[in-house]
Structures are given as C-alpha cells and as structure tokens.
C-alpha cells in the first residue's frame, strides 16, 4: 500500500493545507495535533488531531472459486486478473457492486475506469454500494461541543467515546476555538478559565474522596473502579463545553461521506467543520476514487468546505 498522497488528490487541495496530513509507512494518514499548556500546566489543543486507524483489508482473488464454477465462455475467471490496484474501499465496493449484475466478463468496467465507474454509482444514487468500505477514525483535540453534534449521525456509525466517569483528572484537557485564539482577550480569559475548571475539578474531586473515605453512604460502592466513577461522575460536572472528548468513529464511506456533507458544510459549525475537512483529507488520501468528487471551497472566514456534485449517495 502507499505511503505517499495521490498526486492528484493532492493537487485539489488548497497549497496550504497539504502538509496537514501525513501518510505513514502503512498508508495510513494523519493530521496531527500538539498539545499546549498554560503557564499553570493546563493542557489545550487548538486543532482537531485525525488519525485513521483502521480501513478495508481485500482479497479480491478470493472470489476465484465462485467465479469458476461458472460457463467457462463467460471468462469470468479473469476478473481476478485486472492489472489496475485499487485503494482497499474502491476495490471492495467495486467487486460488490459489479456482483449484482455479474459483471465480471470482458466486458465490464475494469479498474482503470473506477472513477467513472463510481461517478455512476453516486449520480444515480447507488450508494448501498458504498456501504462494503469501513474506515475508522480516531479524533482527539476536540471538545465535547463537537463531539455531541458528531454521535447524532447513527446510520452506518459506530462511536467509542472517552468517559469522563471512568478517567481521572490527570487525562483531562481542553480545546481552544478558533475565534479564541484569534482574540486576545479571549485567549487570556479560555487560559485563565481552564487552569479555574482544572482547579475546581480537581478539588472537588479531593473533597469527593475524603467523603468517601469517612463512608459516605452517597459515594460507597462495592468495586473500587466504582468508587472511583462515583468521584468522577460528581466531579465531571463542573467541566465546560470546551473539555477534550477524544473519540473514535468507524462508518461506513456512505455514512462518511454524509457526515463530510453535512459537517464541512459551510453551514457546519466552525469547530466541526475542521474536524470534518481534516476527515476529509484523510479519506481522501487513502480513497482518492470513492472521496475524490469533493472540491475545497475556501469560505470567507479564512476555514475550508467542501462540495460536490454527488450529495447524499
Ligand atoms: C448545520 C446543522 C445544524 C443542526 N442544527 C440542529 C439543531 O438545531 N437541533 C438538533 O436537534 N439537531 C441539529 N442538527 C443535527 C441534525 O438534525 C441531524 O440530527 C444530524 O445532522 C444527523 O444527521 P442525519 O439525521 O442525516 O442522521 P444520520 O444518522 O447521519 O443518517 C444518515 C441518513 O440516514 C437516514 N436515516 C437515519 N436514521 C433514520 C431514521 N431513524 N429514519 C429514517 N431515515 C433515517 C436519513 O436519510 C439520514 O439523513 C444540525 C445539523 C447540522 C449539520
């Protein structure tokens, strides 16, 4: 698999944001996020980290034994032959798609053509056939705002999102919005309000314990994970929209795709529309054929969109 970015692909994107994603030795991409920390220690980040951790795995010859059961006039067998690699989505959803009318002769599309192929897949809607490609995305750098627009997209979803009853303070951190970071006064203030809902979980949180420990009935449980979730869960109360809430997302390419629509929509909100425009940089850099009919829009504010000719496959 590649470890460089389409060329292509790479072409349709603005100059400015093609170092944002890397491709790792395996071919999976990344835009990465470093935190930052306030003078008190407080750790922050000001862009969505993406990280593709999972994507299709493919065996297309594997379907050589149903292929030769058939007529052998038909040529079938040769379909396993295409000289053309696809990306792993493409090429599942291809031979899926070109199974519901057996076209595996000489006469189908070959691989070559997939982009043609998929033009036709989107414009006519098919895109149960897009369904076969899973991708699963890890984002972290942003906040629970974001977070809780992203897990109301449930058809083809599924997400692992951090608990704040399980994990303690010390993985806590926040995320800066943009309009923040361009404002003075408003990035002093996120400083100092962060370093205060540190300060103040993490007091609450001693207080928790000591009542705890000198038996309150309200914080007893038998397990001692439990003890700690009824710390936590009282604790995590006083921590703002602005709180990290790393997750991870696997979907569907019809599924990603809606969500791409949907959230780096220049109606999206700002926050999210970053995070979906690094996805879409990701899914694009591993499947420039089923990701490829976006185009980058640069909006007034300075952020990216995307649109296409093929909403809602
Ligand atoms: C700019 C913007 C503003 C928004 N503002 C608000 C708001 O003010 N308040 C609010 O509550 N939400 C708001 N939302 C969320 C929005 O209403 C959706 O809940 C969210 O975008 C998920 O998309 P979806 O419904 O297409 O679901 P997905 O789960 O992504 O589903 C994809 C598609 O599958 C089909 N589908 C999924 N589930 C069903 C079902 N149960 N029955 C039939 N068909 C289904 C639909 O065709 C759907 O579009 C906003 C979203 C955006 C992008």
Same mark, same amino acid.
């Given at each position: 698999?590649?470890?460089?970015?389409?060329?292509?692909i790479?072409a349709?994107?603005?100059?400015?944001?093609?170092?944002?994603?890397?491709?790792?030795?395996?071919?999976?991409?990344?835009?990465?996020?470093?935190?930052?920390?306030?003078?008190?220690?407080?750790?922050?980040?000001?862009?969505?980290?993406?990280?593709?951790?999972?994507?299709?795995?493919?065996?297309?010859?594997?379907?050589?034994?149903?292929?030769?059961?058939?007529?052998?006039?038909?040529?079938?067998?040769?379909?396993?032959?295409d000289?053309?690699?696809?990306?792993?989505?493409?090429?599942?959803?291809?031979?899926?798609?070109?199974?519901?009318?057996?076209?595996?002769?000489?006469?189908? #599309?070959? %691989?070559?053509? =997939?982009? /043609?192929?998929?033009?036709?897949?989107?414009? *006519?809607? $098919?895109?149960? +056939?897009?369904?076969?490609?899973?991708?699963?995305?890890?984002?972290?750098?942003?906040?629970?705002?974001?977070?809780?627009?992203?897990?109301?997209?449930?058809?083809?979803?599924?997400?692992?999102?951090?608990?704040?009853?399980?994990?303690?303070?010390?993985?806590?951190?926040?995320?800066?919005?943009?309009?923040?970071?361009?404002?003075?006064a408003?990035?002093?203030?996120?400083?100092?309000?962060?370093?205060?809902?540190?300060?103040?979980?993490?007091?609450?949180?001693?207080?928790?314990?000591?009542?705890q420990?000198?038996?309150?009935e309200?914080?007893s449980?038998?397990?001692?994970?439990?003890?700690r979730?009824?710390?936590?869960?009282?604790?995590?109360?006083?921590?703002p929209?602005?709180?990290?809430?790393?997750?991870v997302v #696997?979907? %569907?390419?019809? =599924?990603? /795709?809606?969500?791409?629509?949907?959230?780096? *929509?220049s $109606?999206?909100? +700002?926050?999210?529309r970053?995070?979906?425009?690094?996805?879409?940089?990701?899914?694009?850099?591993?499947?420039?054929?089923?990701?490829?009919?976006?185009?980058?829009?640069?909006?007034?504010?300075?952020?990216?969109?995307?649109?296409?000719?093929?909403?809602?496959?």
């Open positions: 698999m590649s470890d460089v970015i389409d060329r292509q790479q349709t994107w603005p100059e400015a944001v093609r170092d944002w994603v890397q491709m790792d030795a395996g071919g999976f991409p990344v835009c990465p996020s470093i935190p930052q920390f306030t003078a008190a220690g407080t750790p922050y980040l000001t862009v969505p980290g993406v990280t593709v951790v999972a994507k299709p795995q493919v065996r297309v010859p594997n379907i050589l034994g149903f292929l030769d059961g058939f007529n052998d006039d038909l040529n079938f067998s040769q379909y396993v032959e000289p053309t690699e696809l990306p792993p989505g493409a090429s599942v959803c291809k031979m899926a798609g070109q199974l519901c009318y057996a076209s595996f002769g000489p006469k189908r #599309t070959m %691989n070559v053509d =997939a982009k /043609r192929y998929f033009d036709n897949i989107k414009e *006519s809607g $098919h895109g149960s +056939v897009l369904e076969h490609a899973n991708f699963t995305l890890l984002f972290y750098g942003i906040s629970r705002s974001v977070t809780h627009e992203l897990v109301r997209h449930r058809a083809g979803v599924g997400v692992s999102q951090i608990s704040q009853r399980y994990v303690s303070g010390r993985v806590l951190r926040f995320v800066e919005r943009p309009e923040y970071q361009a404002i003075p408003l990035h002093t203030s996120f400083k100092k309000r962060i370093d205060a809902a540190a300060a103040d979980y993490n007091s609450i949180a001693e207080i928790l314990l000591a009542e420990k000198a038996g309150s309200l914080l449980a038998d397990a001692r994970t439990d003890l979730k009824k710390v936590q869960q009282a604790a995590r109360s006083v921590l929209n602005e709180t990290e809430a790393p997750i #696997t979907a %569907n390419a019809r =599924a990603w /795709r809606h969500i791409l629509e949907m959230r780096a *929509s $109606h999206a909100e +700002v926050e999210i970053a995070m979906a425009f690094r996805a879409y940089l990701c899914l694009s850099a591993i499947d420039p054929i089923i990701f490829g009919d976006y185009r980058v829009e640069e909006l007034n504010d300075g952020t990216y969109g995307l649109q296409t000719e093929y909403p809602k496959v």
